[in-house]
């Protein structure tokens, strides 16, 4: 089945204690994206990647690391977390880049809580 | 800077009549506009895309279209059903970059 792979789907934590969320699709898409989604703000790009070991910023990267050495995993990195990253996080994929006329497959989502 | 507005946090229908949503998009010129649908605690789920140069899509009961001189998409579902209740994203796309616009929360009332 295809499908975009996130873990873990819930993770509480503290501040400052780094977090990796992994996200893995095994449609062989070149684009991977992360996404954070919060009220009255909208579903917002953090990463994004066109390709293995091409990594852009996308409009709100700030605290946020990726990494692309593979084709099939994208995992997000958060080096030093703090509370203003609580929120819902969704990755998703999809073939050729974002100009393609490819639809996006998303995951399921990971919401994170920084106490 | 890009900006993507989507009309009216909610949207409260009647069941069995036509659901418009709109998309206006200002400072880019997408090549291509997609919707999406998405329900509470999931993620969105790709429905239509439209090119610059389509005035109109079908898809069973839903159509899009995209006015590049107004810089509008328009997002329309015919015999609305309940089971259509969800947020509806529209995406533009004119670059690497992927911008959606906030979402309009449809409601249809049986």
């Known amino acids: 089945e295809a499908q975009v792979t996130q873990n873990p789907r819930y993770l509480i934590t503290v501040t400052g204690k780094k977090l990796t969320v992994t996200c893995s699709q095994n449609?062989?898409?070149?684009?991977m994206s992360w996404y954070r989604q919060d009220p009255g703000l909208g579903l917002r790009q953090i990463y994004y990647?066109?390709?293995?070991?091409?990594?852009d910023k996308g409009d709100v990267p700030e605290g946020y690391k990726v990494s692309r050495k593979e084709k099939r995993n994208f995992p997000l990195i958060l080096e030093s977390p703090s509370p203003n990253q609580t929120s819902l996080y969704f990755c998703?994929?999809?073939?050729?880049?974002?100009?393609?006329?490819?639809?996006?497959?998303f995951g399921d989502g990971t919401r994170l809580s920084i106490l | 800077s890009q900006k993507i507005e989507q009309n009216s946090e909610a949207l409260n229908i009647q069941e069995g009549k036509t659901a418009t949503l709109t998309c206006n998009y200002t400072?880019?010129?997408?090549?291509?506009l997609q919707w999406y649908r998405q329900d509470p605690g999931r993620g969105p789920v790709f429905l239509l895309l439209?090119?610059?140069?389509?005035k109109e899509k079908r898809k069973e009961r839903l159509k899009v279209t995209f006015d590049t001189t107004l810089k509008q998409s328009l997002f329309h579902i015919t015999a609305s059903q309940p089971a259509d209740s969800a947020t509806y994203l529209c995406?533009?796309?004119?670059?690497?970059?992927?911008?959606f616009g906030k979402g309009t929360r449809l409601h249809i009332l049986p």
């Open positions: 990647s066109m390709n293995v070991e091409v990594t």
């Open positions: 995406a533009p796309l004119g670059d690497d970059k992927i911008i």
């Open positions: 449609m062989n898409h070149e684009y």
């Open positions: 998703a994929s999809s073939l050729k880049d974002g100009r393609s006329n490819q639809p996006q497959h």
């Open positions: 439209i090119r610059e140069n389509e």
């Open positions: 400072n880019y010129s997408p090549a291509y």
